[in-house]
T-cell receptor, first 113, second 117 residues
């Protein structure tokens, strides 16, 4: 089955700097890669996703890159703000609605004042 | 956007009792729902895939007789934790993927925090 590795487990960056979180996956059949943000005590919220037919996607301060050959994908947050502090999870899945989504272990991001 | 509703949000029960958690898709039909468990400061671990009208598919290591899943309709799946013990205390979250297109996102319910005393 699919296995998703995520690094780092904890990341502290100065406010205004960029943060990068990296993930690798094992199943070459996976072709959908979402990223979720989870604040303490709340449910995960989708922040961005990418499909295997594109290599990069950007939404304001958030961007995701995908390298299918190497089976890794990354989340980039620029101009970080205090409200970016949360736990971020990467995930991998097939495209279909009944394909399960497997999550990485998460990255706790701290934005330092 | 798609909404998944989960109840209750918090439950405290005594050891040995059973607890039922409901998960509803409010504005879309979900033939498949996914149940995750999350321990403090840990990741979302998939427990089982709930399929409407058929048996659930459990992940390795998850006891199907302990975590009973029923997906009776296209908008409702239930998870029953039977004979709960303190080690079952966790955050349980249901989810479903909306739409019929490819690469549809997973939407989560608010989660249920279960405490077994």
């Amino acid at each position: 089955g699919e296995n998703v590795e995520q690094h780092p487990s904890t990341l502290s960056v100065q406010e205004g700097d960029s943060a990068v979180i990296k993930c690798t996956y094992s199943d070459s059949a996976s072709n959908y890669f979402p990223w979720y943000k989870q604040e303490l005590g709340k449910r995960p919220q989708l922040i961005i996703d990418i499909r295997s037919n594109v290599g990069e996607k950007k939404d304001q301060r958030i961007a995701v890159t995908l390298n299918k050959t190497a089976k890794h994908f990354s989340l980039h947050i620029t101009e970080t703000q205090p409200e970016d502090s949360a736990v971020y999870f990467c995930a991998a899945s097939g495209m279909n609605r009944d394909d399960k989504i497997i999550f990485g272990k998460g990255t706790r991001l701290h934005i330092l004042p | 956007g798609a909404v998944v509703s989960q109840h209750p949000s918090r439950v405290i029960c005594k050891s040995g009792t059973s607890v039922k958690i409901e998960c509803r898709s409010l504005d879309f039909q979900a033939t498949t729902m996914f149940w995750y468990r999350q321990f403090p400061k840990q990741s979302l671990m998939l427990m089982a895939t709930s399929n409407e009208g058929s048996k659930a598919t459990y992940e390795q290591g998850v006891e199907k007789d302990k975590f009973l899943i029923n997906h009776a309709s296209l908008t409702l799946s239930t998870l029953t934790v039977t004979s709960a013990h303190p080690e079952d205390s966790s955050f349980y979250i249901c989810s479903a993927r909306e739409g019929s297109g490819l690469g549809t996102p997973l939407h989560f319910g608010n989660g249920t925090r279960l405490t077994v005393t």
